[in-house]
């Protein structure tokens, strides 16, 4: 039997690698928006697989995008979070004019 591979499993894999790239090294919604691009290929991916699951191979590369992209989701949601406590903490320095120097 003949299998041919999975439609939209390769775009999932590859989005939910650029989700992770994106929220580590550029910024994290750029890695959120490739996250929910990689979840929304796994799902359809998914239900194509389950309509017929002995005609497709590439299953396994559903199932490995789609934990890289709520990994991506996490890290851009930690990179957020980060980014808020540090503007929050420059904007009370500047706001207090406490700047360390006490000379």
């Known amino acids: ?31 959120a928006i ?11 991916a998914e239900r194509i697989y389950h309509e017929n699951p002995g005609e497709y191979s590439g299953f396994e590369n559903v ?9 991506g989701i996490a890290l851009a949601v930690i990179m957020l ?3 808020i406590i540090y503007f929050g903490v420059l904007l009370a320095l500047f706001a207090t004019g406490d700047f360390g120097n006490d000379f």
């Open 34 to 44: 490739f996250s929910f691009i990689g979840l929304s290929n796994a799902k359809k």
């Open 1 to 31: 039997m003949n299998q041919q591979p999975l439609p939209g499993a390769s775009n999932a894999l590859t989005f939910g690698i650029i989700s992770i790239i994106a929220s580590l090294f550029c910024c994290g919604p750029f890695g």
């Open 63 to 71: 199932k490995t995008g789609k934990v890289l992209s709520y990994i």
């Open 81 to 83: 979070i980060l980014t």
